[in-house]
């Protein structure tokens, strides 16, 4: 392929040189990668800070840190514009704008076929196997593509192009449709956020959850019609009497939220199900099986989106659907302190780098 003059050779990029607290991220300059085939060049825009796949891969936790060679360049979902393809793309051209679904699945196992990537047994992730996009430019695999729409920010489209598709499967599993209940546990982080906000759009009724008082007034604003503390005693009682005392029809926990799951029995209603989506911790917990069964109640698990989730998403962003991005706002070279506040809890909504 041949670059544009307009590419330069070299760029800026925020590497990860060892593991460590968020003073290890460095400023640097580095060759700009060149698409090899299937793959496309995109010239970030804008890139998201996550606890996952961030935060803990920067300090050498689990789950990804084992996956890492360092040095390394971390970010997964970001937003950008195509400036260069390798060969053998035709699905995107050079000029469009682009959002990164940054789990990469192989495209050729029986579950890629059937459309069902969540199941691929060769998943990677851009930001911890392959080198991610903080950085001014990221080579990426075109099926990881999707335009963006008119209308909304590179920042509004940063939050929701991993979060928004992994929160439209999480809904299509919960089944959750417009006037039916739905709790979401952990409801003050990026992605919780996301599912209140994208089941609001659906017209769903939604009690958030949260240990932080001062997110209550943000997820109201967000449209949740209660806000309680899923640590509270009376916790249980309170979702019973607001369900008129029948219980949520569905539940997305993405963190296994203890107290929900053990009185899970009185918070579902009949027939309902809960939705397990990242599992903190140990995440073993305790279960009322007699209570579940009799009630008809189901436990489905949400590993991550399908390419059909991503289509489905832009689809809903033109109908306005927008996701919370914290209000702070931070360039590339300010990794550090964008590291610092998504650690330190002071965010509401995606974090996220602007790179100029
Ligand atoms: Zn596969």
């Known amino acids: 392929m041949t670059i544009p003059v307009t590419i330069p050779a070299e760029m800026t990029a925020v590497v990860l040189p060892g593991f460590g607290g968020p003073e290890v991220l460095t400023t640097g300059r580095l060759p700009v990668p060149e698409p090899q085939a299937g793959e496309v060049l995109v010239r970030v825009r804008a890139v998201s800070v996550g606890r996952t796949l961030d935060l803990a891969t920067r ?3 689990r789950p990804f840190a084992n996956a890492v ?21 035709r699905e995107v051209s050079p000029g469009e704008r682009v959002a990164v679904f940054p789990v990469l699945s192989c495209g050729r196992c029986a579950a890629c076929d059937q459309g069902l990537q969540e199941r691929c047994g060769g998943l990677e992730l851009l930001g911890v ?12 695999p075109q099926s990881a593509v999707a335009r963006v729409p008119e209308g909304i920010s590179d920042r509004q489209a940063c939050a929701l192009a991993l979060n928004g598709a992994v929160a439209h499967r999480q809904l299509e599993v919960a089944d959750v449709g417009a006037g039916d209940w739905l709790l979401v546990p952990a409801a003050g982080g990026a992605l919780g956020s996301a599912v209140v906000a994208m089941a609001v759009h659906r017209g769903v009724r939604v009690i958030a959850g949260t240990r932080r008082p001062w997110k209550h007034d943000r997820l109201l604003q967000l449209g949740a019609e209660l806000v309680l503390d899923t640590s509270d005693a009376e916790f249980a009682a309170q979702v019973v009497a607001a369900t008129g005392g029948a219980g949520v029809y569905a539940v997305v926990d993405n963190v296994v939220d203890a107290p929900v799951w053990r009185d899970l029995g009185q918070v579902l ?22 209570a579940m069964y009799l009630r008809s109640q189901s436990i489905r698990t949400v590993r991550t989106a399908r390419t059909a989730d991503v289509e489905a998403t832009w689809k809903e962003v033109v109908t306005g659907l927008r996701v919370p991005v914290d209000e702070a706002r931070f360039t590339l070279t300010s990794a550090v302190e964008a590291h610092r506040r998504l650690e330190s809890d002071d965010s509401f909504g995606r ?6």
């Open 269 to 290: 209603a009949t027939g309902g199900t809960v939705v397990c989506s990242g599992a903190l911790d140990d995440a073993r917990i305790e279960l009322d099986l007699r």
């Open 129 to 140: 196997h392959r080198p991610g996009a903080y950085a001014q430019f990221c080579a990426v």
């Open 351 to 356: 974090v996220v780098l602007t790179v100029e």
């Open 69 to 89: 060679r360092l040095p390394h360049l971390l970010g997964a979902d970001h937003v950008g514009e195509v400036v260069a393809v390798g060969a053998e793309v």
């Open 59 to 61: 300090a050498g936790r």
